[in-house]
């Protein structure tokens, strides 16, 4: 079963505007963590944002906020003043812990962020 | 502080053989993980090390195998290579397995199997 949903393939921002990209997640762990990632057409990984689920305050970090609503197992990212240089693939992941011993890493299939100009 | 640094960046190799990617971890960071991002998809997690111990597992066959080393530092293995094997593999550290912390990522090793 897929345990990260990204149902945005691309998308297109103009600069200076903001954007939301999608996420949902699925798991039955109480605990869990839900990440962001910025990947440029370089391949390197950048992290963007995190939200532990029992977090009761959305993330944010500078430019990047977590709309984080637990019930609807939803954790999208928005992008505020977009700048050209957020031109990338983003990724969604959650980290659970499974059992005492045992983490599982999940990612979503990613968005790609076109900003125009 | 260093980051986490991959080695080689690239690399190709003929279906058969065998493969030994490298990883260091970002300094204090003492669990290293492994991903595999097949082209235009996201990364699949291969496994995690902690303390020189794998302490998880995806849903990758026995011929993808690692180490962690005293330093924190990493291996991964792969053995008898398929084409379906050409990816961008990934590693990533953090600083505690206990806590559900952020990862750090590598710029990865692009591999080819031909």
């Known amino acids: 079963a897929q345990k990260i949903t990204q149902t945005q393939p691309g998308m297109f921002v103009q600069e200076k505007e903001a954007v939301t990209l999608d996420c949902t997640y699925d798991?039955?762990?109480?605990?869990?963590?839900l990440f962001w990632y910025k990947q440029p057409s370089s391949g390197e990984m950048i992290f963007l944002i995190y939200?532990?689920?029992?977090?009761?305050q959305n993330a944010t970090e500078g430019r990047y906020s977590l709309n984080f609503q637990k019930a609807r197992k939803s954790a999208n990212l928005v992008i505020s003043a977009s700048q050209l240089g957020d031109s990338a693939m983003y990724f969604c992941?959650?980290?659970?812990?499974?059992?005492?011993?045992?983490?599982?890493?999940?990612f979503g299939a990613g968005t790609t962020v076109t900003v125009r100009a | 502080e260093t980051g986490v640094t991959q080695s080689p960046t690239h690399l190709i190799k003929t279906r058969g053989q065998q493969v030994t990617l490298r990883c260091s971890s970002q300094s204090g960071h003492n669990t290293v993980s492994w991903y595999q991002q097949a082209l235009g998809q996201g990364p699949q997690f291969i496994f995690q090390?902690?303390?020189?111990?794998?302490?998880g597992r995806g849903n990758f066959p026995p011929r993808f195998s690692g180490l962690q080393f005293p330093n924190y530092s990493s291996e991964l293995n792969v053995n008898a290579l398929e084409l379906d094997d050409s990816a961008l593999y990934l590693c990533?550290?953090?600083?505690?397995?206990?806590?559900?912390?952020?990862?750090?990522f590598g710029n990865g090793t692009r591999l080819t199997v031909t």
């Open positions: 798991t039955s762990d109480p605990s869990y963590g």
């Open positions: 090390y902690y303390r020189e111990e794998e302490n």
């Open positions: 992941a959650m980290r659970e812990l499974v059992r005492s011993n045992d983490y599982k890493l999940s």
């Open positions: 939200q532990g689920s029992y977090d009761q």
């Open positions: 990533a550290s953090s600083s505690d397995r206990g806590s559900l912390s952020p990862l750090h």
